[in-house]
């Protein structure tokens, strides 16, 4: 089976910058999304990594390491419209993606 | 720019009571997923489509049935409703290749009593 970890809450302030951990153990691997999901609505895609490193898009980065099974989301310039659940989900095969359990973000003013 | 669209957005079903839940997407996406979210537990998958005329199960498929007879739409079903199948389900499409990611519906909000 999958096993995706990630902290199930975190709160910092507006203007701020936060890390959201996701670590993975997974019987293959064939990159790693993540996908932010506002409450009562879709998830909706953030960033994709498959090879190790850092891809940034604006205030969002995300970082892969495959050889520890692990990545991070930084959100940067933290804004009130950021508090949201942050999924983490792997693909480990050509279809299908098994998701983390989402890390709700608080951004307080 | 639909996307995604599932129907019903909410319902309120007895125990044993059946009921399909469709999802149409208009992206000409080859792959189609139905998801199921509870609280503390993430997105779970309950069956997926690889194409036209395929199905597949997924992680948690007891007491759903699925059918796509065309591309563009997948439907789940619920035969016989149970309490422990109230969630929030989500439908999903992807093109076939492996770095796009899955787009979402709104979601439809199912409570059986």
């Known amino acids: 089976g999958q096993n995706i970890d990630q902290p199930t809450e975190m709160t910092a302030t507006e203007g701020a910058i936060v890390q959201i951990n996701c670590t993975y153990q997974t019987s293959g691997f064939n990159g790693l999304f993540w996908y932010q999901q506002h409450a009562g609505e879709a998830p909706t895609f953030l960033s994709y990594n498959v090879l190790d490193g850092l891809e940034e898009k604006g205030r969002f980065s995300s970082f892969l390491s495959r050889s520890k099974g692990y990545s991070y989301l930084l959100l940067k310039e933290l804004q009130m419209k950021d508090s949201a659940s942050y999924l983490c989900?792997?693909?480990?095969?050509?279809?299908?993606?098994?998701f983390g359990a989402g890390t709700t973000v608080t951004v307080r003013a | 720019n639909a996307g995604v669209t599932q129907t019903p957005k909410f319902r309120v079903l007895k125990t044993g009571q059946s009921m399909t839940l469709l999802c149409a997407q208009d992206m000409n996406h080859e792959y189609m997923y139905w998801y199921r979210q509870d609280p503390g537990m993430g997105l779970r998958l309950i069956h997926y489509s690889v194409g036209e005329g395929t199905t597949a199960k997924g992680e948690v498929p007891d007491g759903y049935n699925v059918s796509r007879l065309k591309k563009q739409n997948f439907l789940l079903g619920l035969e016989s409703a149970a309490p422990s199948q109230t969630s929030v389900y989500f439908c999903?499409?992807?093109?076939?290749?492996?770095?796009?990611?899955?787009?979402f519906g709104d979601g439809t909000r199912l409570s059986i009593l």
């Open positions: 999903a499409s992807s093109p076939g290749q492996t770095s796009q990611p899955q787009h």
């Open positions: 989900a792997v693909r480990d095969g050509d279809y299908k993606l098994s």
